[in-house]
């Protein structure tokens, strides 16, 4: 999957218990207001975000307009068009009416099944950026449950093109994916729209509370899979049995907390300990944040130079009073600017890594089905982590890289290949 955290100056600021209680949104349950600053690119503003017959608060609104300019920039960074505002001209019959895909979540985390599911079911595959684009009503005769219905939505087609379309009367949803890891108040309200409902549905609390913790998919990784993760110290309060088990990993400390109050010496002697640590390499900066499936994709993050112990230990404490049980507060390491090589010219230190992400999922005949393939290149304007980066695709990235059309093919097939064994092996 792919993820958006955008990284700059307005991130670089103290931070106390204040900005976190502004930061309960989005999306109900708090007064959260999306993260400051513009994504790259330009697209027309005037565009039909409200739903007719269901109002949004002011937070609410910003974090619509805020995902849907995530939406253009993912787009055109993938090179691929501009949604196209349809909205003012209802769309009154439902094509392929038997199946209505519908997403509720980031358009960056979602990207690739969003663009794979424009090909396969043209007009089909629906993301909403909004909980109040959607309406759920009982099931008639079917007593507890209840039927998902899409009013408005981002349809998605062959090419990477996609329209803003209203729906009138609503399609009714035959599957529903929602993400619920960006904050409580979203997280809340998208577990009550997936809660029994006729359709299927891809997510749930429980799941999400696995998959959207960000300390377990890097213990894990570091654990079982070999996979280099940052250099991380946690800490972490009241972690799962997943976290308790075993050893951490390389490059991973997680340090146990017995409470969250008078925790400052231990901290200190920590965060001292790991800022002074061969772990951190040459990295001049860390990054504070928090983790668990609450925060995934919140902006609640901020960057240090490393020399900077005090003000890393405040930030620490500061975070430590909005832990849950299970969950985290991370440093890591930042990793320097990436200089990206020019054709015939010697590569630059250190090597630039490509992530290239693919989804592979069963069909009905439990066949092995891998979605188009997307990759995140570093820029050179932009801090090259191992969590941000816009979207590309393969062809555009590979070429930034200095590889030609034969290079191009040649990773191309080895990359497939080896997604399509991993695929057939599972």
């Known amino acids: 999957m792919l993820s958006l955290d955008p990284l700059g100056p307005e991130w670089d600021c103290p931070l106390g218990s204040k900005d976190l209680e502004e930061e309960e949104g989005p999306w109900g349950g708090g007064s959260g207001l999306p993260p400051p600053g513009c994504f790259p690119g330009s697209w027309h503003q005037d565009v039909g975000l409200d739903c007719k017959g269901s109002l949004e608060g002011a937070e609410a609104r910003a974090w619509t307009v805020y995902y849907y300019s995530l939406l253009q920039s993912c787009l055109q960074q993938a090179g691929l068009p501009e949604t196209q505002d349809r909205s003012q001209v209802p769309r009154t019959g439902c094509p392929g009416a038997e199946v209505t895909l519908c997403v509720l979540g980031s358009p960056s985390t979602f990207l690739s099944v969003l663009l794979e599911g424009g090909v396969q079911s043209p007009g089909n595959m629906l993301l909403c950026l909004s909980p109040t684009w959607l309406t759920k009503v009982p099931a008639l005769g079917q007593s507890g449950e209840a039927?998902?219905?899409?009013?408005?939505?981002?349809?998605?087609?062959?090419?990477?093109?996609?329209?803003?379309?209203?729906?009138?009367?609503?399609?009714?949803?035959?599957?529903?994916?929602?993400?619920?890891?960006?904050?409580?108040?979203?997280?809340?309200?998208?577990?009550?729209?997936?809660?029994?409902?006729?359709?299927?549905?891809?997510?749930?609390?429980?799941?999400?509370?696995?998959?959207?913790?960000?300390?377990?998919?890097?213990?894990?990784?570091?654990?079982?899979?070999?996979?280099?993760?940052?250099?991380?110290?946690?800490?972490?309060?009241?972690?799962?049995?997943?976290?308790?088990?075993?050893?951490?990993?390389?490059?991973?400390?997680?340090?146990?907390l017995s409470g969250k109050e008078d925790q400052q010496t231990l901290v200190k002697e920590e965060v001292g300990a790991f800022l002074h640590s061969g772990a951190l390499a040459d990295a001049l900066q860390v990054a504070v944040k928090l983790s668990g499936w609450r925060w995934r994709g919140r902006q609640a993050l901020r960057v240090y130079p490393r020399v900077e112990l005090s003000?890393?230990?405040?930030?620490?404490?500061?975070?430590?009073?909005?832990?849950?049980?299970?969950?985290?507060?991370?440093?890591?390491?930042?990793?320097?600017?990436?200089?990206?090589?020019?054709?015939?010219?010697?590569?630059?230190?250190?090597?630039?890594?490509?992530?290239?992400?693919?989804?592979?999922?069963?069909?009905?005949?439990?066949?092995?089905?891998?979605?188009?393939?997307?990759?995140?290149?570093?820029?050179?304007?932009?801090?090259l982590r191992h969590q941000s980066s816009l979207p590309q695709t393969l062809e555009a990235a590979l070429a930034r890289c200095g590889l030609g059309e034969a290079g191009q093919v040649a990773v191309v097939r080895r990359r497939v290949k080896a997604a399509a064994e991993a695929a057939l092996a599972a």
């Open 147 to 256: 039927v998902l219905l899409v009013s408005k939505a981002v349809s998605f087609h062959p090419g990477g093109l996609t329209f803003l379309d209203d729906f009138v009367p609503p399609r009714r949803a035959t599957y529903f994916l929602a993400g619920l890891g960006l904050g409580p108040g979203r997280g809340r309200e998208a577990a009550e729209l997936a809660r029994d409902l006729t359709c299927p549905t891809g997510a749930s609390a429980e799941l999400a509370r696995l998959l959207e913790d960000r300390l377990l998919t890097r213990r894990l990784l570091a654990q079982h899979g070999g996979v280099a993760v940052p250099a991380t110290l946690a800490f972490t309060y009241k972690p799962p049995a997943l976290l308790r088990a075993g050893e951490a990993g390389p490059g991973l400390r997680l340090v146990e």
């Open 311 to 383: 003000t890393v230990v405040d930030t620490v404490l500061a975070l430590l009073e909005k832990l849950e049980e299970e969950e985290s507060v991370l440093v890591e390491a930042v990793c320097p600017p990436a200089r990206l090589p020019f054709p015939g010219s010697p590569p630059p230190g250190p090597e630039l890594a490509v992530r290239i992400c693919a989804v592979v999922c069963r069909t009905q005949g439990d066949r092995p089905l891998l979605s188009k393939v997307v990759c995140s290149v570093g820029r050179e304007d932009r801090p």
